[in-house]
């Protein structure tokens, strides 16, 4: 049975750093793209990024763009989300996923910044 533990969210001021955490069970982890999503208040779930099943690549979408990174530790079966210069737009739930059971959702992590 899948099961995703989202972890690290909390609050921070604009311009900091938080790293987000992702334990995943129930399935062959290491053989499976990974996600981060998130949704603010009144908005729609949207990509953050993704990482492949080795890490060997990652993309992210145009609002987090060199400001985040996704890693992934295989031997632990967690997927990170580095965010950097945090901003008070990027608060919001943040939720990873898998390619595995694409529509399971874990309960997520909030993340606020603000002054």
């Known amino acids: 049975q899948v099961q995703l533990v989202e972890s690290g969210g909390g609050l921070v001021q604009p311009g900091g750093s938080l790293r987000l955490s992702c334990t995943a069970s129930g399935f062959s982890f290491g053989s499976y793209l990974m996600s981060w999503y998130r949704q603010a208040p009144g908005e729609e779930r949207e990509l953050v990024g993704r990482?492949?099943?080795?890490?060997?690549?990652?993309n992210y979408g145009d609002s987090v763009n060199g400001r985040f990174t996704i890693s992934r530790d295989n031997a632990k079966h967690i997927v990170y989300l580095q965010m950097n210069s945090l901003k008070p737009e990027d608060t919001a739930v943040y939720y990873c996923?898998?390619?595995?059971?694409?529509?399971?959702w874990g309960r997520g992590t909030q993340v606020t910044v603000s002054s």
């Open positions: 990482i492949s099943s080795s890490g060997g690549w990652s």
């Open positions: 996923n898998t390619l595995y059971s694409p529509t399971y």
